[in-house]
């Protein structure tokens, strides 16, 4: 049997920075990984999805050369050569991670999947393994309705889109969340025929209900979007998949496509590794209920991180999260808070949409009730740079406290929201003011300009500073 001070069960992001972290406190520690390394983010996610988007963000901006007066036709899409460098490029990425994977001692990396016998013994096929302290970081996969396991090869998931070989004609996504809104898009800008269908309503990950109508209408204006579908039938005829569903106009359809993408959540990695041979406490998902600035569970000597802890699946969270869990479980019992940063996220979609600190909903719960907060805003239809660079579209909203002026968080739905939620984010680990946030520098002519204009008329709102005026003409022009 072999003894360890700390197992790392998952070789990803999370369980790579457990292992590290675990290791500079000098302790007997191994990572099991039951798949292939190189992590989900290189492989199957967030890099493989990016350059994806940047393959359909190239024709588009092609195709919208013409409204400044280039005319350029419409664009020659190449699937194979798409589908080539979405491949070359992805391998290339994970060839990294493999290479940093090589540099951990052969003794301290174990080939399989794991399972625990009990809180201190882990099942690795033949083998088994004793440790003092153990670190789950086993990911999530994707997750879809039973019945669609019909379809056989022509239901798709992210892994299988990167995979291909050439751009299919046409596609059925389900789930306009994030993964869907990223990948449909895409396939639809680089001329596959997409139509996508959610529930419910919901589209990204929005809460505020007036920034996400506005990502419902923005989205639908460019392919089919129907977030709250009827879809009654969904079955496998010859290579296609036929979908019978009720139209945006109440009208009955059936479209035949050559795949359905399931883009309907993921599902962490906890329900097959022997958690039923424990006693820990499970969430109503059956995940292991975990301090988030520990990563401690119930099981004192057991720490989860990254996506099987269905906290926030994100990959700065996954390594922070995996580097706070294999500190804590190699100095334990002396365990320690780590440190937790602002949340934000981002989708790739265009326009992108972002969130910054707490969301609309969890402030609506928190200060609705005493009506302790106010909401600034700024449209993008009419903001200078984004005009002229013909990205004007969207809506920022600003939530800040009453009395103190603090800037609680944001929802956005518009052009470079992945920068604009950067710096909110970090005024909002400082703790800053509406106004403090007034007194840093704004360039002329920006995008940056929008978010002055929604400080301004949140401030005015909180009564911290004065009405906004119809426009503010010291700024410059259509700030
Ligand atoms: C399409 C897509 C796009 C994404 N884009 C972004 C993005 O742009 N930005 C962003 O921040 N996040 C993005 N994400 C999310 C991000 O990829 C994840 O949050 C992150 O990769 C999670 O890391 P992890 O270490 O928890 O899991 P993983 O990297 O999945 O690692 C878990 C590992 O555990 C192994 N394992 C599972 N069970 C066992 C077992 N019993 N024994 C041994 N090993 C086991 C698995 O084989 C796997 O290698 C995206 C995800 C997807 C799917
Ligand atoms: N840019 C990024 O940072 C990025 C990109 C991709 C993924 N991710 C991470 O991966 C996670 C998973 O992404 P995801 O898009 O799979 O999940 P998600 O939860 O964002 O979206 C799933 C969507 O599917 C819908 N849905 C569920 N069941 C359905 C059904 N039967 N029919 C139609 N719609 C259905 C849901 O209402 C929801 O809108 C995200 O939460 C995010 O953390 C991040």
């Not at 301090?291 to 990254?306: E, K, L, R, W």
């Not at 804590?328 to 937790?340: E, K, S, V």
């Not at 707490?358 to 984004?386: A, D, K, M, W, Y």
Request: aromatic share 6%; with cysteine.
């Amino acid at each position: 049997m072999k003894q360890l001070d700390v197992a790392v069960i998952g070789g990803g992001t999370a369980g790579l920075a457990a292992y590290r972290a675990a290791k500079e406190q000098n302790q007997s520690v191994a990572i099991i990984e039951g798949g292939p390394f190189g992590t989900t983010c290189a492989r199957v996610g967030c890099m493989p999805s990016k350059l994806l988007i940047a393959a359909a963000e190239n024709a588009h901006q092609y195709e919208k050369s013409a409204a400044f007066g280039v005319n350029l036709g419409r664009p020659a899409i190449d699937g194979q050569a798409v589908m080539k460098r979405v491949r070359d490029e992805r391998d290339r990425f994970v060839g990294f991670v493999l290479e940093s994977v090589d540099g951990i001692p052969a003794e301290d990396k174990i080939q399989g999947f794991a399972k625990f016998i009990d809180a201190n013994t882990l099942q690795v096929g033949e083998q088994t393994i004793a440790a003092k302290r153990i670190v789950i970081a086993t990911g999530s996969r994707p997750a879809w309705p039973a019945p669609w396991q019909s379809l056989g090869d022509r239901l798709v998931v992210n892994d299988d889109i990167f995979d291909w070989h050439d751009l299919p004609e046409s596609v059925a996504v389900f789930g306009p969340g994030v993964i869907g809104l990223e990948l449909g898009q895409s396939l639809h800008r680089l001329g596959v025929k997409v139509h996508m269908f959610g529930i419910g309503g919901q589209v990204g990950p929005l809460t505020d209900p007036s920034v996400m109508a506005y990502a419902k209408e923005t989205f639908a204006s460019e392919f089919y979007l129907d977030p709250d579908a009827k879809v009654d039938n969904i079955r496998r005829e010859g290579e296609h998949v036929v979908l019978d569903f009720v139209d945006l106009e109440g009208k009955a359809q059936t479209i035949r496509v050559d795949y359905l993408v399931a883009a309907t959540g993921r599902q962490p990695n906890v329900d097959n590794i022997g958690l039923e041979n424990i006693t820990i406490e499970l969430d109503a998902k059956g995940v292991p209920v975990a301090d988030p600035y520990t990563m401690q569970t119930s099981v004192p000597h057991i720490f989860i991180a990254g996506d099987s802890s269905n906290q926030i699946p994100l990959l700065h969270e996954a390594a922070d999260q995996g580097k706070i869990a294999g500190t804590n479980a190699a100095q334990f019992p002396d365990i320690r808070a780590g440190l937790r940063r602002t949340p934000i996220s981002a989708v790739f979609s265009d326009p992108q949409i972002a969130m910054v600190g707490e969301t609309h909903r969890q402030i609506t719960e928190r200060l609705g009730p005493c009506g302790c907060f106010e909401t600034g805003e700024v449209s993008f239809e009419n903001q200078g740079r984004s005009r002229v660079m013909l990205v004007n579209k969207g809506v920022l909203k600003l939530y800040g406290e009453n009395g103190t002026g603090r800037f609680l968080g944001a929802e956005m739905i518009g052009p470079n929201a992945e920068h604009l939620a950067h710096l909110l984010a970090w005024a909002h680990q400082n703790q800053m003011t509406i106004a403090q946030m007034l007194d840093m520098p704004f360039y002329h002519p920006v995008i940056e300009e929008g978010v002055r204009t929604a400080l301004r008329d949140l401030n005015a709102k909180l009564h911290l500073g004065p009405a906004m005026t119809q426009m503010c003409l010291e700024c410059g022009p259509g700030c």
